[in-house]
Nanobody, 117 residues
Framework: QVQLVESGGGLVQPGGSLRLSCAAS????????MAWYRQAPGKERELVAS???????NYVDSVKGRFTISRDNAKNTMYLQMNSLKPEDTAVYYC???????????WGQGTQVTVSS
């Protein structure tokens, strides 16, 4: 059973940066499309970015040019570099398999990102 652990969140001022990490137990994640999701208070969880096992990437329009997704298959780890953060980026961020690519893993606890002055 794959376990996912997100880390790297925190409180940052608008315009600031954070780097999130997603550590997965087991190597099953190496061959699947992984993604970052986020859920703001009172809103549904939304897909932020995805990356295939071969490195093809997609972003939701609202983060294009500001966020960068990457993965290190040797470490079973995925990252999300977030720059030029905005208050509307405030949410709990989760990682998981991209929903349309197959059965998702159990969700982790997520990591809170708060963008506020």
């Amino acid at each position: 059973q794959v376990q996912l652990v997100e880390s790297g969140g925190g409180l940052v001022q608008p315009g600031g940066s954070l780097r999130l990490s997603c550590a997965a137990s087991g190597s099953a994640v190496r061959i699947v499309t992984m993604a970052w999701y986020r859920q703001a208070p009172g809103k549904e969880r939304e897909l932020v970015a995805s990356i295939t096992s071969g490195g093809s990437i997609n972003y939701v329009d609202s983060v294009k040019g500001r966020f960068t997704i990457s993965r290190d298959n040797a470490k079973n780890t995925m990252y999300l570099q977030m720059n030029s953060l905005k208050p509307e980026d405030t949410a709990v961020y989760y990682c998981n398999r991209e929903r349309l690519s197959g059965r998702q893993f159990p969700w982790g606890q997520g990591t809170q990102v708060t963008v506020s002055s």
